[in-house]
């Protein structure tokens, strides 16, 4: 993941195909000729770092306003919300300008750092559910909710299982009874995993499943209930009116809002719309392994001032990681 990032960034190389092998050329039937230098143009990084090299690191803001420009530019086209951009290049220019390099501090390290640093702040701290959990009164009720087709579902499983592998106690309610097959598919998942699952009929009132749920959370003293819903857009005014019934009734400790990295900016665009109509308290991000550009991981936390929570690497049930910066750092930062 992060792949075009990372190229765009000059931090990673694209992989280029096997040339087909050819019979090798004995060594006196090579005849060398000179070829002439191909010069490329320097990516914005490397400009920077030719400046700290020439300015012995004292650096005026003029010094680097057009390679900053240039960040932005690639940021934006790898789908990071502008004021995300802004921020990320606010945090460069702050540490680049009038700065004295370190003895032996090499101008690769620390134009690298400054932008790693710069992404470090827009990323946030990420949220300890595990920890949550345990210091707070069970049962921990959270509700998942969201768009349609942004792998909600399947993401409570996976929480379910992750938070099974911490010793906790998993009870898990199909809140979804409009969409066709949604009871089922969580079925299934609980069924593999173990976990109890609270259900109803098609097309049944979520507000009483979600209470049923509850209600045996507290009888057989469950440490978590996660309760899945209907997918739906923020200006859809029955559906949201339903949500708010539901959290009412089911009154949730936690609400996290469940999209996924591929939508790029749009995830973020409507996570902050759902945050101004339902106030959530963490985001999910589903499909981060195929997702390219990163632009929503690295937007959607510093866009809507709530934490990430999680991100979704992959198909398996291990593949839902607890977001800590690292993680996104490491793969745009890491060698390939």
Not at 69 to 79: A, I, K, N, P, T
Not at 81 to 107: C, D, F, N
């Amino acid at each position: 993941m992060f792949e075009g990032l990372k190229y765009k960034l000059g931090l990673g190389k694209k992989k280029n195909p096997i040339p087909e092998t050819e019979a090798p050329v004995p060594a006196a039937d090579i005849i060398s000729s000179p070829q002439p230098e191909v010069k490329k143009a320097p990516g914005f990084l490397n400009k920077i770092k030719t400046l700290v090299v020439e300015h012995e690191f004292v650096l005026s803001e003029k010094d680097i306003e057009e390679s900053l420009f240039e960040l932005q530019m690639v940021l934006l086209e790898s789908d990071v919300a502008y004021p995300v951009a802004e921020a990320i290049t606010e945090h460069m220019k702050k540490e680049l300008v009038g700065t004295h390099r370190k003895l032996r501090e090499s101008a690769d390290d620390v134009v690298t750092n400054a932008l790693r640093h710069a992404i470090e702040e827009v990323l946030g701290e990420g949220f300890d559910l595990v920890s949550y959990v345990r210091t707070h009164d069970r049962p921990v009720k959270i509700l998942f909710t969201g768009v349609n087709g942004t792998g909600k579902t399947t993401s409570v499983a996976k929480i379910a299982h992750y938070l099974q592998s911490q010793g906790l106690s998993v009870v898990v309610g199909a809140g979804d009874t409009f969409r066709a097959g949604a009871i089922e598919q969580i079925r299934v998942h609980c069924d593999r995993l173990g976990i109890k699952l609270i259900a109803h009929q098609e097309g049944a009132d979520p507000s009483a499943v979600l209470y049923d749920t509850v209600e045996y959370a507290k009888a057989h003293k469950t440490d978590v209930v996660l309760a899945d819903s209907a997918g739906r857009f923020h200006n859809r005014v029955n559906l949201m009116n339903q949500l708010e019934k539901i959290k009412r009734v089911m009154k949730p400790n936690l609400v996290f809002y469940v999209d996924e990295a591929v939508a790029g900016n749009d995830a973020v665009i409507r996570a902050e719309e759902f945050e101004k109509t339902v106030s959530t308290d963490g985001v999910i991000l589903t499909k981060v392994d195929m997702d390219p550009k990163g632009g929503a991981a690295i937007s959607i936390a510093y866009t809507i001032g709530k934490p990430l929570v999680f991100l979704g690497v992959g198909q398996g049930y291990d593949d839902m990681k607890p977001f800590t910066p690292s993680l996104i750092i490491d793969e745009i930062f890491g060698d390939d």
